[in-house]
């Protein structure tokens, strides 16, 4: 199997498709009309290649070659006193560097590469969220029933955050329309479709204070709990405390109910006559009264991974339970997640997770499982995976890797070329991803460190890591 990798300027960030060779080359026009897994989405520019296919006739690295020039760079002390990696030619599966690579250690915010993939072959990439809104038991009562879309946006300012995101405004103008002559009394909240704990094991009191980096986890909300629809990295976008009665308040207001009246409770079952309540002066209890789509699954799959937000992750993760006829919870997720994991034929066994986005302190994944999933991805076996690497931030470029391997650090010449997620807890730094060597080899590797004393210098050391594997020349 041979993974073709090709940088692009000027679009969100590296095309990448999984499949034989031909296919793989035919992108280096742009996307492949026909590819396997690619749901379209709102047209780029034309992007500029700055990194041509990679070949499986590149020379190969030498494990041993490739020993010594990572063992200076793996054993720098900004890096900690644990560190674990794995290293994996792509195209011949060979295994060019470990350290410790089955061990489980703190993944951080790498452990969305997993619910990346496990969404994917659960879902499927064209797959959609809906917010529904029905009718109340009484007339003018309306129950907004939260389906676990977090990317659901308010009003149309805030497409900045997810661009082409559902909206409650519009939802809120189908339900007037909906409603005809019938005055909206009361708004009830439905979340019933996740269940359990709002919090993870493992989250810090201080993740979820309204400037952390998470909200607690409700099958409803809007801007993925934010009060305003702005993306901070390191926390600093406040959340609501309640986001699913704050989404209510908001969706009430909109249509003239008293915010006053917004509680939560659980929808009525659905009635058997879709007509809308109120439209022919008859109140239908049940009845829909309207409903918005997210955009398809992978374009959520892509923000959560560029911006590495937690929430979508949480959200993403409660599907591969749902799909799995599991419960939406944490423990359910997680189970549902390692269940698909092997399934996939992936070692499951190589990971405890306590949530989906890497928040929780407790989680613990190997590199190889990283490293393995990253190379199923390459592969053609599984076209959904291969949607991952859409999202994943390219060095020096996007998301959470558009300010690393900057110039003067000496990394820079992996710019464009690594595409990785990044991860960071508290002592804990870690990076994983692809990479293509200056023989054109596609590698993929998973570096995890733990007890750095400076987050800064572990993540600089990291990243030297990376920028050498790409200038081996091993």
Aim: hydrophobic share 45%.
């Amino acid at each position: 199997m041979v993974l073709v990798l090709i940088a692009m300027v000027g679009a969100v960030g590296l095309v990448v498709r999984p499949g034989p060779v031909d296919g793989w080359l035919d992108a280096l026009g742009g996307e492949p009309a026909n590819s396997p897994g690619t749901v379209a989405t709102t047209p780029e520019p034309t992007p500029t290649p700055v990194l041509l296919a990679a070949e499986a006739a590149g020379a190969a690295p030498d494990p041993a070659a490739v020993r010594e020039a990572l063992d200076p760079l793996v054993n720098a002390s900004a890096l900690g006193s644990s560190v674990h990696v794995s290293v994996l030619d792509v195209a011949s599966d060979t295994v060019l560097y470990e350290r410790a690579p089955g061990t489980m250690t703190t993944p951080a915010s790498t452990t969305k590469v997993l619910t990346a993939a496990t969404v994917l072959a659960a879902r499927g990439a064209a797959y959609r969220l809906e917010t529904r809104v029905v009718a109340g038991s009484e007339p003018g009562e309306v129950v907004i029933i939260g389906g676990g879309d977090a990317s659901l946006a308010v009003e149309e300012d805030d497409k900045d955050l997810f661009p082409g995101a559902a909206r409650l405004d519009d939802l809120a103008a189908q339900v007037k329309k909906a409603l005809g002559g019938t005055k909206p009394t009361r708004v009830l909240v439905d979340t019933s479709l996740f269940t359990g704990p709002e919090t993870a094991t493992g989250w810090s009191a201080d993740d979820i204070t309204p400037g952390g980096q998470v909200a607690r986890i409700q099958s409803l909300m809007t801007n993925a709990g934010r009060v305003e629809p702005v993306h901070n990295e390191f926390g600093g976008d406040p959340r609501f405390t309640d986001p699913s009665l704050s989404a209510g308040k908001l969706f009430a207001k909109m249509i003239g109910a008293p915010q006053t009246t917004v509680s939560k409770s659980t929808a009525l079952n659905p009635a058997p006559s879709a007509s809308a309540a109120g439209s022919t002066g008859t109140w239908t209890p049940g009845a829909e009264l309207g409903k918005v789509e997210s955009p398809p699954l992978v374009q959520i799959v892509d923000w959560m991974l560029q911006q590495s937000d937690n929430v979508l992750a949480e959200a993403l993760g409660r599907q591969v339970a749902l799909a799995a006829g599991k419960e939406a919870s944490f423990a359910g997720t997680a189970e549902a997640m390692s269940d698909k994991l092997r399934e996939l034929g992936l070692p499951a066994d190589e990971a405890e997770l306590f949530d989906a986005s890497g928040l929780s302190n407790r989680n613990g994944i190997s590199p190889t499982l990283l490293v393995r999933t990253l190379a199923l991805a390459a592969g053609d076996s599984q076209p959904a995976l291969g949607n991952i690497f859409n999202g994943l931030p390219v060095a020096g470029w996007s998301g959470t890797l558009v300010t690393r391997f900057a110039t003067p650090s000496g990394n820079e010449t992996a710019q464009g070329i690594v595409r990785a997620k990044t991860g960071s807890l508290t002592g804990v730094n870690s990076l994983a991803g692809v990479l293509v060597t200056r023989e054109q080899r596609v590698l993929a590797f998973a570096i995890m460190a733990k007890g750095g004393p400076d987050a800064i210098a572990a993540r600089a050391a990291l990243d030297e890591v990376a920028a050498r594997l790409v200038a081996c020349g091993c």
